[in-house]
C-alpha cells in the first residue's frame, strides 16, 4: 500500500456513483475532538463569567436599588452636561449680539460706556485715526509705545541680512 499513489478521491467517487449516495464518511474523530474541544471552551467561558460577576458584586458597591416610586431626580456634581446644547449656544450668541448692538454700561463709576459696532465705525471714520509722528524723536507717547528702529532690532541667527 505504501507504493501506490493515493486516490481515494477518485476511487470513492467511482463508489458513490455505483452506490448513488455518498460512501465516505465524516470524520467522526475528527467532529468528535472539535465538539469536546468547543465545549471545554464554552465550560471555561461560562466559569470565567461567573468569576466575574461575583468578584464585581463583591468589590463595586452599587448602592441601594433605585425605587421605581421615587420621582426625585439627583443632580450630578460640576461640570455637567448640556442638556440642549445647540439652543444653548444660539441664546449665548444672540446674548452676545444684543450686547454688541447695543448702548450700555462698562463702569458707570468711571464713565465708561459701551456702543454699538456701527456707531463706533461710523464715528471713527468722521474724526479720523491718529497717525504716528514721522520722526520717531518727536514721538510723545510712552516708551513701549514708540517704534523700534533697524539697528536696535534683534538680529536673524548667523548675521544681518
Known sequence: M??????????????????????????????????VGMAVVLFIIVVAMIW????????QNLGPTASPFENTRTIPPLPRLQAAPHTDILEYWDSQQ????????????????????DEAMRMLV???????AANPSTFTGTPADQSVSNDTAPQPPGGSQ
Open 2 to 35: 505504501a507504493s501506490e499513489p493515493h486516490n481515494d478521491g477518485v476511487h470513492s467517487f467511482e463508489q458513490s456513483k455505483e452506490a448513488g449516495y455518498e460512501v465516505r464518511d465524516a470524520n467522526i474523530r475528527g467532529l468528535l475532538g472539535f465538539g
Open 52 to 59: 466575574v460577576f461575583r468578584y464585581f458584586a463583591h468589590t
Open 98 to 117: 444684543k450686547a454688541l448692538r447695543s448702548y450700555g454700561w462698562v463702569d458707570r463709576q468711571k464713565g465708561i460706556a459701551h456702543i454699538p459696532i
Open 126 to 132: 468722521e474724526s479720523g485715526l491718529r497717525a504716528r
